[in-house]
């Protein structure tokens, strides 16, 4: 099947800083890649979608100037969480469709702590 | 606004029961619905797809059913095994393309 991973696999950064995760398709080219993020014990929320070459679309709630998506090839999408704040950590997971597949494949997710 | 709901939240079972994990969904008009499995601090894999067309799909020991018309989706697990514990989520795909989830069911099969 399809392969996404995600790095890094958990980051601990310090509370104003940035940083950025990348999420690859490993052996597929992800016209659409997805962004969620999920806090402990709850579901994923998405947070936005990005196409290749294009602006990525942003959920109601979801801050772009402090999230900011990149998509800027087929296999590669990176978020970078800007001034990071503690609020920010979360478990935060990618996930990839190619063409007019249907089903969407989930990367391993990256754990991001805020101290 | 879609919304998906699974029941129950979590699940104790010992070995060798089936387990039924219910999934259900507010608007009808989806194009697809997929279940997942979830293990503690790691990310999703599929389990199965279930496109709006189809009523049923099958994998091993797992079958999911799809009743689009009730909102209603079910999966079985036969046989259950300690292997089995983790967090099952479903999620539709409807209008914008979209997959919407559920808060998930967390399943504990007891040796």
């Known amino acids: 099947g399809a392969v996404v991973s995600q790095h890094p696999s958990w980051v601990i950064c310090k509370s104003g800083t940035s940083v950025k995760i990348e999420c690859r398709s490993l052996d597929f080219q992800a016209t659409t890649m997805f962004w969620y993020r999920q806090f402990p014990k709850q579901s994923l929320m998405l947070m936005a979608t990005s196409n290749e070459g294009s602006k990525a679309t942003y959920e109601q709630g979801v801050e772009k100037d402090k999230f900011l998506i990149n998509h800027a090839s087929l296999t590669l999408s990176t978020l970078t969480v800007t001034s990071a704040h503690p609020e920010d950590s979360s478990f935060y997971i990618c996930s990839a469709r190619g063409g007019l597949a249907y089903e969407q494949y989930f990367g391993p997710g990256t754990r991001l702590t805020v101290t | 606004k879609q919304e998906v709901t699974q029941i129950p939240a979590a699940l104790s079972v010992p070995e060798g029961e089936n387990l039924v994990l219910n999934c259900s969904f507010t608007d009808s008009a989806i194009y697809n619905l997929q279940w997942f499995r979830q293990d503690p601090g790691k990310g999703l894999t599929s389990l199965l797809l279930?496109?709006?067309?189809?009523r049923e799909q099958t994998s091993g020991r797992l079958n999911a059913s799809l009743d689009k018309s009730s909102g209603r989706s079910t999966l079985y697990i036969a046989a259950s095994q300690p292997g089995d514990s983790a967090t099952y989520l479903c999620a539709v795909r409807a209008a914008g393309n979209k997959l919407t989830f559920g808060g998930g069911t967390r399943v504990l099969v007891k040796p």
């Open positions: 279930i496109q709006s067309s189809q």
